[in-house]
């Protein structure tokens, strides 16, 4: 079993920064990879990052490639989105989650594990 909590959400203007973490509980988390997704209101869940449980891997929505970036510290059971030059599109829900390793990180249907989400909102 590993439990997510996501913090760092927030409201933001266009072109700020945010930080986004996901702690983990469990011994297991350092065999997972994590991802981080999103939710607008009326939308679908949209995959936004990955990182292998290693940290040695990383994957992108090409929708924020370049500006967001995921990263973990496993001793510390925590996965990062940085998450640049914000945008007002970027308003979500924004959700980390657990998947075993060679699963399809881009499908939340793959994952395990999922926080309960937090706000970030872009202002214009």
């Known amino acids: 079993q590993v439990q997510l909590v996501e913090s760092g959400g927030g409201l933001v203007q266009v072109g700020g920064s945010l930080r986004l973490s996901c702690a983990a509980s469990g011994r297991t988390f350092s065999s997972y990879a994590m991802g981080w997704f999103r939710q607008a209101p009326g939308k679908e869940r949209e995959f936004v990052a990955a990182?292998?449980?290693?940290?040695?891997?990383?994957y992108y929505a090409d929708s924020v490639k370049g500006r967001f970036t995921v990263s973990r510290d496993n001793a510390k059971n925590t996965v990062y989105l940085q998450m640049n030059s914000l945008k007002p599109e970027d308003t979500a829900v924004y959700y980390c989650?657990?998947?075993?390793?060679?699963?399809?990180?881009?499908?939340?249907?793959?994952?395990?594990?999922w926080g309960q989400g937090t706000q970030v909102t872009v202002s214009s």
């Open positions: 990182i292998s449980w290693s940290g040695a891997n990383t």
């Open positions: 989650a657990a998947v075993s390793p060679r699963r399809d990180y881009y499908s939340s249907r793959e994952y395990d594990y």
